[in-house]
């Protein structure tokens, strides 16, 4: 049968990528951590029922389906921003005689088989066990898990439907965030309760036999939602250049051709950031990470060591993202900056401009947070030194360890495409090092030791930055081969 | 001009180059041919200190290439999509060049002009990043970049492949005047053995990693080759 070979070649185009033998350390490692995420999720539905009967309002249970339109809402917004849009190569089965239709239900119920959509269940089934099944039927647990999973499956379909309908550029998300921000806003205002309307939809969804038909038929809805889309849109051409529409982001950066060389480098990798989809996604979740500190800086329970750490990871957030892959960036065109007339040097000196300018932008982003009291001033300036001083040269030197193609042309966040044991390796020290060290200096003497120590080694790093970035250029000479090497790997 | 000796690469120990010794003088144009896997691109790419040799070395002008960087301002070469920085348009990526080689401005739009009829009024003046080009336009893109230098040496990886047949007589035009005019040294390889034939003045004929020919372009050459290749 032709849908058994389509999710046959699905199965062999994931396991004989490239990657995925070499990428061993890292699916460890992921894997590790979503056993621990599962855990903690199978430990909160477990704790659930407990923790909502101290909430005043009804009983677990209303409550739960009172906050479930929302749940959906957020997880429509989530995946709005992070599910990637299913593809099949369309183009070269449609030579082949495959019924069209038959690749569009498969295009569309693909997602549904992704482990993503069934998580919540570590949440959902011992909650319904315990506050459903303990207190009414098991059917009416067995059915507030079923309606539950078919929310997610519409949900998923609603996403897909919506991104391929109206793109999933920063405009339409700005639109979902303002409606979502309303809706909570009347809730609040208790003008119009999105609550009330819930708790008495799924209650009765859940009560009833028949309740499940609504689920069920919100589910059909969203499927044909999609079928509508493909019949109005027949070709792939016209919904693939829907989704990939050339704007050429033309900013104006003349203002670097006055730094020579170096300033056009710096220009091409502007341009690169702000061309790729992976990039700019990048760039938008750093937006996000600027907000850190309001929830940091306003807790009482985090120690100095902590606190620092979030004064670091704010004002080097571009840094730290742009250098992890400094040179890996330049994969698809490693050969070009190797043989055009462009000094390793200079190479390596555009690299740390760039990263020094972010670090004065994040440096300056943050300063409202000064007004939380002079202790945050001296970290946010002590943790300016340090990035600046250190860390830059830190990541320029060991970027040349990641060989690892990275493919801009794959978008989306949580894209892993690229990241190797490597790129924890680099990470690690240069966020928990600080920690460390404020946590130990700040117990044997005092806070403001710490800090001048950190301070007092991210002036030596400026004072000192000609013969480090020497160190770095040598480093990037004697691996260079190995480099390009790996970037003429495509996955 | 260019000095090769006791050049070997090997991967995993088996060699795919092995020219004991091969000197190509200033102004010469030097063809390279060979089946898939003979090592013309591994050539190149050793050239271009774009590999590490395991033994031997290629010297420009005397000094030797690898881990240097003094032949990088007067050498141009394009020998695949990675010489390319696709998410630029061509105006961009011409410019960036353009710089990188101490070009005002105006030489980087005078020498646009020259390449219009080689670009057939596609390219220039595009909104399209370069990504979004055909490849055969890709390689145009690439083989201007590579000119823009004023290199003295041009090194070109099957140049005539994905381009439309009027583009390819408008390349062997291009590079015919390029010798005779300002004496440019090229390297050119090819599957094309008519078109190699006409712009080079020498051949040299590659199997599995070992100089198996090397003749002076002459009446006979193409015949020669043919046969040669010939099953």
């Known amino acids: 049968m032709i849908l058994l ?16 033998y070499k990428n061993v350390a890292v699916s460890i490692f992921l894997g590790v951590f979503s056993l621990y995420m599962g855990g903690l999720l199978f430990f909160m539905g477990f704790s659930l029922n407990k923790i909502l009967e101290e909430v005043p309002g009804g009983t677990p249970m209303e409550l739960f389906n009172g906050a479930m339109l929302y749940l959906l809402l957020t997880g429509l917004l989530l995946r709005f921003m992070m599910q990637q849009l299913g593809t099949v190569n369309l183009n070269s089965y449609q030579v082949l005689p495959v019924n069209r239709s038959l690749l569009i239900n498969f295009l569309l119920l693909k997602p549904l088989v992704s482990l993503a959509n069934y998580v919540l269940l570590l949440v959902v089934i011992p909650f319904a066990i315990r506050s459903m099944a ?64 819930s708790r008495a939809l799924f209650g009765f969804i859940v009560m009833n036999p028949i309740g499940l038909l609504i689920p069920l038929g919100a589910v059909v809805v969203a499927f044909l939602l999609n079928k509508w889309f493909f019949a109005q849109n027949f070709y792939p051409e016209k919904f693939n250049s829907k989704l990939q529409n050339s704007r050429t982001a033309t900013a104006d950066l003349s203002f670097l051709d006055r730094f020579g060389v170096i300033g056009e480098l710096i220009s091409v990798q502007i341009k690169l950031m702000l061309r790729h989809k992976r990039t700019r996604t990048l760039l938008f979740l750093s937006a996000f990470f600027l907000l850190y500190g309001l929830m940091f800086y306003t807790n009482e329970h985090y120690g100095d060591g902590m606190i620092f750490f979030c004064s670091m990871f704010m004002t080097g957030i571009l840094m730290f993202i742009y250098g992890q892959w400094s040179i890996s960036w330049d994969s698809a065109h490693f050969d070009s900056i190797l043989t055009k007339n462009i000094p390793a040097r200079t190479y390596i000196l555009s690299n740390y401009y760039l990263m020094l300018a972010f670090n004065v932008i994040c440096f300056i982003l943050t300063t409202p947070y000064f007004l939380f009291g002079t202790k945050i001033i001296y970290m946010h300036l002590t943790a300016f030194l340090f990035n600046t ?9 060991f970027a040349t360890f990641n060989n690892k193609r990275v493919d801009l042309s794959r978008s989306s966040a949580m894209n892993y495409q690229g990241t190797t044991y490597k790129s924890f390796l680099i990470v690690l020290p240069i966020m928990f090092f600080p920690i460390l060290w404020v946590n130990v200096l700040s117990w044997l003497t005092s806070l ?23 160190l770095c250029v040598k480093q990037f000479n004697s691996r260079k081969y190995i480099i390009a090497q790996g970037f003429r790997e495509v996955e | 001009m260019i000095q090769v000796s006791n050049l070997k690469k090997a991967y995993n120990g088996v060699t795919v180059l092995n ?122 893109i690439g083989i201007a970049a590579a000119l823009l230098g004023d290199p003295q040496i041009l090194i070109l990886d099957e140049p005539f492949t994905a381009l439309d047949p009027s583009s390819q007589i408008r390349l062997k035009r291009l590079l015919n005047d390029l010798q005779t005019r300002l004496g440019i040294t090229m390297l050119i390889s090819s599957h094309d053995l008519n078109h190699v034939t006409e712009v080079c003045k020498r051949i040299v004929v590659l199997e599995k990693g070992d100089v198996v020919k090397d003749i002076a372009t002459g009446e006979d050459t193409l015949k020669e080759l043919e046969s040669y290749f010939a099953v």
Not at chain 1, 389 to 397: A, P
Not at chain 2, 28 to 50: H, Y
């Open chain 2, 19 to 140: 020219i004991p010794a091969l000197n190509i003088p200033k102004g010469e144009s030097f063809g390279l041919v060979g089946n898939n896997g003979a090592g013309k691109t591994t050539f190149f790419r050793l050239i271009l200190d774009l590999i590490e040799a395991n033994d031997g070395e290629v010297q420009i002008d005397g000094q030797k290439v690898a881990r240097n960087e003094s032949w990088k301002p007067f050498t141009g070469s394009f020998l695949d999509e990675g010489f390319l920085i696709d998410f630029l348009t061509p105006g961009e990526y011409f410019k960036f060049v353009g710089k990188l080689y101490n070009k005002s401005e105006g030489d980087i739009a005078l020498f646009l002009e020259s390449m219009e009829e080689f670009f057939n009024g596609e390219i220039n003046g595009s909104k399209k990043m370069i990504r979004e080009f055909s490849k055969g336009n890709q390689k145009k």
């Open chain 1, 134 to 197: 303990a207190y009414y039927t098991g059917g009416v647990a067995l059915r507030f898990v079923v309606a539950f999973e078919l929310m997610v499956w519409c949900n998923s379909l609603l996403a897909s439907f919506l991104k391929r309908r109206f793109g999933s550029g920063l405009l339409s998300f700005i639109l979902v965030l303002v409606a979502f921000g309303a809706i909570f806003l009347l809730e609040y205002l208790h003008v119009f309760s999105l609550f009330a309307i």
């Open chain 1, 5 to 20: 070979e389509l999710v046959k070649h699905e199965w062999q185009k994931g396991i004989r990528s490239s990657g995925f």
């Open chain 1, 389 to 397: 001083g250190c860390n830059i040269i830190f990541l320029l030197f």
């Open chain 1, 448 to 470: 403001s030791v710490a800090m001048w120590s950190l301070a007092a080694m991210g002036l030596v790093g400026l004072i000192f930055r000609k013969p480090l970035l020497n």
